[in-house]
């Protein structure tokens, strides 16, 4: 699980010293052995408390779908070029052979202005759909398209690594199409999924 960090905490990836999160599903148990094996490669800054909600949002789905598993959760805090290319390296050098659910947590634009949100979350959305890493995320940084481009970024490199090449965008809407409220503050979302090419036998 990745996601952006709001909080001003210290460290370019942060994760939970805690063993647990718990949800009103449930306890989702931390890998606390595979951070450890991640932190031989990659800095990590563990933290004693954080209420990174990009993170803990969706983790009530999973359990929904998934039912129980172990969680890597890892946050970004600069979400730099060079940062993606690190934590995927070090994911790709740990976890590369077992290529386990990997899920990226962001919105996408958000502005005091209706359509401004539409036309940059398509600005976004067309990006990611490419599905070339560097492509996205400049088109995320520069316009402010989504809180969490590193993470999606990340989730880009791996995907190349592990073939799944094909960007299928699940749902899109903001929040003003939901509520049918568009003046004020309007926020984007939408769901997407990296997939591998399908095999013919």
């Not at 932190?39 to 563990?46: D, F, I, M, V, Y």
């Not at 970024?153 to 939901?178: F, I, M, Y």
Request: a negative charge; charged letters at 15%; glycine letters at 6%.
């Amino acid at each position: 699980m990745l996601s952006p960090a709001h909080r001003p905490n210290p460290g370019h990836f942060q994760v939970t010293t805690k063993q647990y999160y718990q949800t009103p599903l449930g306890l989702v148990e931390v890998d606390l052995p595979t951070l450890a094996q991640l932190e031989k490669s990659l800095p990590l800054h563990r933290l004693q408390y954080d209420d990174e909600h990009s993170l803990e949002i969706q983790l009530p789905f999973l359990q929904r779908t998934v039912g129980e598993f172990l969680l890597v959760p890892i946050m970004m805090r600069d979400q730099t070029w060079q940062d993606c290319q690190d934590l995927a390296a070090a994911l790709q050098g740990e976890l590369g052979d077992a290529q386990p659910l990997l899920v990226a947590s962001t919105d996408l634009c958000h502005a005091h202005s209706y359509e401004r949100v539409r036309q940059t979350d398509a600005s976004t959305l067309a990006a990611l759909q490419q599905g070339d890493p560097r492509q996205f995320w400049q088109t995320a940084q520069s316009q402010q398209g989504a809180c969490g481009y590193g993470p999606v970024t990340v989730a880009l490199l791996l995907a190349q690594r592990w073939g799944a090449k094909e960007v299928v965008l699940l749902h899109h809407t903001n929040s003003a199409d939901v509520t049918g409220q568009r003046e004020g503050y309007v926020v984007g979302y939408a769901a997407a999924a990296l997939v591998k090419p399908a095999t013919v036998d």
